[in-house]
């Protein structure tokens, strides 16, 4: 209950293309959702989070989409640049516990 | 800006060595965290800290122990290294409010031989 399951493991975009990436819960405690971008040789860092009250919140060309009675969140990343290219991970938290992550998706996206 | 560094990039261990990896971090945080990260497992959670000398299990502490005797510092043990401990380890801190943002280092890759 307490996974989070992220897909695709890997996503291959068009320049301009939107980059979707779906991640799906179990345990309706978590209420915090955020998203971190890894690149290579560097540490995750945090690119945008939601909490459940909100169904949308968007920061440029990244949004989260959040759908509570579905238990899934997905992050949109509209007109894909070569430089987004990284590897994504959900993750989701209940109250002040630890964050449990997804497994991460490799996302290219080509000239 | 918050800096999280660890004390090395790579590391090659051989099998049974006592293993050091120290975390440092410069904001003052309350809360550090060591994950490991292998491909196709993503970040899993080894073991954290909400205080100085405190400590908490993660997820897969087997074979791995803690130590934080000041607040800006965080090392993982590995006490024997064995192979399968081969991993990319990656050291976070952060405040303990509810909405707090992990900050992670830049990882050390170990390998054992």
């Known amino acids: 209950q307490q996974q989070v399951k992220q897909s695709p493991q890997s996503l291959i975009v068009q320049k301009g293309g939107i980059s979707i990436i779906n991640c799906a819960y179990e345990?309706?405690?978590?209420?915090?959702f955020p998203w971190y971008q890894q690149f290579p040789g560097k540490g995750p860092a945090l690119l945008i989070a939601?909490?459940?009250?909100?169904s949308e919140k968007k920061e440029g060309r990244f949004t989260i989409s959040f759908n509570k009675s579905a238990k899934q969140f997905s992050l949109h990343i509209m007109d894909s640049q070569p430089g987004d290219s990284a590897t994504y991970f959900c993750a989701a938290r209940p109250g002040y516990s630890t964050l449990t992550f997804g497994k991460g998706t490799m996302l290219l996206v080509s000239p | 800006d918050v800096k999280v560094t660890q004390s090395s990039r790579y590391l090659v261990k051989r099998t049974g060595e006592k293993v050091f990896l120290e975390c440092v971090q410069d904001m003052d945080h309350e809360n550090m965290f060591w994950y490991r990260q292998d491909p196709g497992l993503g970040l899993r959670l080894i073991y954290f800290s909400y205080d100085v000398k405190m400590k908490e299990k993660g997820d897969i502490p087997e074979g791995y122990s803690v130590s934080r005797e000041k607040k800006e510092r965080f090392s993982l043990i590995l006490e024997s290294a064995s192979t399968n401990q081969t991993s990319m380890y990656l050291c976070?801190?952060?405040?303990?409010?509810?909405?707090?943002?992990?900050?992670f280092g830049p990882g050390t890759r170990l390998t054992v031989t």
């Open positions: 976070a801190s952060s405040s303990p409010s509810g909405a707090s943002v992990q900050y």
């Open positions: 345990n309706t405690a978590f209420d915090y």
């Open positions: 939601i909490r459940p009250d909100v």
